[in-house]
């Protein structure tokens, strides 16, 4: 088994990193409301309606990785009705 200690350590440093600004975007606030934070609003939603939209965007997930059954047409043997 070969393992890269430089390789290893940098993705360390990268997670160390990269947990720290979670840390710094998730922040604990009044119980029963998530406080969504951009440049220049902050949007205040009920708990409820939070988990309604994770749970709403987990199920798109969901669908969209489904496979689109074909459409099945039966093959006809007449011929096409002509103008004229």
Known sequence: MDI????????IIDL????AEARGVVQPGAASVVRLKTESDVIELPMSWAVAGLVAFAAAAVVSALPVPSIRRCSRDEEPLGIG
Do not use: C, E, S, V
């Open 4 to 11: 890269d200690l430089d390789r290893a350590r940098r993705a």
């Open 16 to 19: 160390g990193a990269a947990l």
